[in-house]
Each structure stands twice: as structure tokens, then as C-alpha cells.
């Protein structure tokens, strides 16, 4: 499938594999970008079943936070060549729009991860969705179309260990990878991950070259570096 680009208390333990008397598969689901001051937020959605799984395992995909950026960016080239997959790229202008009209992360993160999940939908049938418990189930459910709330929807910390929410991980962690170097090459300012001191030293630098009216098209404005960066004399 083609990325979809916007630029615009129980806890539950399931198998590493499905049922081989099912023939069915299940979809996992993740997201990256969401801890990051600069740069898109990405959720992805990839469909696996038996057959898929046992070529997975022989590339030893794994949860994204576990592997280094060159070894994502391989496997998420060999994921997207065996796996149905949707990806979501929220990019920073359309994120501090999405956030200035909800008002919550949880809620955006449910609309993105409710995507992923209905476009793969429209290509697979599919009974199981696995994702990371972010916050209130009700959050995806509300989200979901009329396909979508058909299907059994499990939110359960440590989801990453099931290997479709590992290649969820591994696929939205390599778009965002992309997306924050796209953005470098904008501001001609190498954007770093995460959301240290160190961003706001370089949103100070976009301010300086390109103007403070410039930062929301590079930043998660909503993040407390933005009120440091401003409230700080250049």
C-alpha cells in the first residue's frame, strides 16, 4: 500500500503467532514521532499472518527501539516487500492544526492509528487489531468507520512484543526517519530527535535564520520547548 501522506484493565497476553487452524491474520499497529520536538509524527499499520510471520523471524524483526536507524530502514524495506501495510504522516503544520483543534494527543494518535487500520481493511479481511495501550480504548473505537468497529481491537502495554505491532514499530520509525531528514534539508539544520535542551537550541537557530512564524512548519509547537524557546531572549 501506498503511505498515506497528511501533510497535511485487563492486560492481554497473545501468541507471537496465530492459530494456524484460523487462516486468518491480525493487524499491529504503532506509531513514532509522538516524543520528538521536531519532525512528523507516523503511524503505521501492517497486516501479518503464519506464512508471513515465519519469513519475518528469519530477518529477526524486532521492536524498533531495540535496532539501530541503518538496520530500520533494511527491514523496513523487507517488511513493506512481504506485508499489506498502511502508514499515516501527520507533518508538523498539519500536527499543531489537528492539535490546536483537539486539544489531546491521545485523540490524534486514535484518528491515526483508525486509519492505518481501515485502509488495510479495504484490502484484507481481517478479525484482530493489536496496538500499544496509548490511553482509553474508546479513543480508537470512537474513530473507527463502520468496518472497523467489526473487528476485535486489543490496547496492552509491551504490545511491540507481538511481531506485527514490532513491524508497525519498525515501519513508523523508518517514514519518520525520512520525514525529519526532509525537513533538515528544508531549514538547511540537521533537526534532532527527541525533545532535550538540545531542540531548542536549534529552533532558535530557525527563528534567527527564517522567523518565528517558520518554527510550526519544523516543531510540535504544544511541547514545553517551544514556551522555553520564546520565552528566552534570542
Known amino acids: 500500500m501506498i503511505p498515506e501522506q497528511v501533510n497535511t484493565s485487563k492486560e492481554h497476553r497473545l501468541p507471537r503467532k496465530p492459530n494456524k487452524e484460523s487462516g486468518k491474520g491480525w493487524i499491529g499497529t504503532d506509531e ?8 512528523p509524527l507516523v503511524v503505521a499499520g501492517v497486516y501479518v499472518n503464519h506464512e508471513i510471520i515465519s519469513k519475518l523471524e528469519k530477518h529477526r524483526v524486532r521492536d524498533s527501539k531495540k535496532i ?10 523487507r517488511i513493506r516487500c512481504l506485508c499489506d501495510y498502511s502508514v ?17 494527543l491521545n485523540k490524534i494518535l486514535a484518528w491515526g492509528h483508525a486509519r492505518v487500520i481501515e485502509n488495510i481493511l479495504l484490502e484484507k479481511e481481517c478479525g484482530r487489531v493489536i496496538s500499544d495501550q ?20 486489543i490496547q496492552m502495554p509491551r504490545a ?9 514499530s519498525i515501519v513508523a520509525r523508518a517514514e519518520f526517519l525520512r520525514g525529519i531528514e526532509r525537513l ?27 522567523g518565528r512564524g517558520e518554527l510550526g512548519k519544523f516543531a510540535k509547537l504544544h511541547f514545553k520547548n517551544t514556551r522555553n524557546v520564546l520565552c528566552t531572549k534570542q
Open 32 to 39: 513514532s514521532g509522538k516524543g520528538d520536538y521536531f519532525g
Open 68 to 77: 539501530s536507524d541503518r538496520v530500520i530502514l533494511d527491514l523496513d524495506y
Open 88 to 104: 499515516v504522516v501527520v507533518g508538523p503544520e498539519k500536527y499543531n492544526l489537528l492539535y490546536a483543534k483537539m486539544k489531546n
Open 134 to 153: 496509548f490511553g482509553d480504548e474508546r479513543f480508537i473505537r470512537n474513530a473507527l468507520m463502520e468496518k472497523g468497529r467489526q473487528i476485535e481491537l
Open 160 to 168: 511491540e512484543e507481538d511481531l506485527a505491532v514490532a513491524c508497525a
Open 184 to 210: 533538515s534539508k528544508e531549514c538547511v539544520v540537521m533537526l534532532p530527535k527527541g525533545a532535550s535542551p538540545i531542540v531548542e537550541q536549534v529552533a532558535k537557530k530557525i527563528i534567527t535564520q527564517m
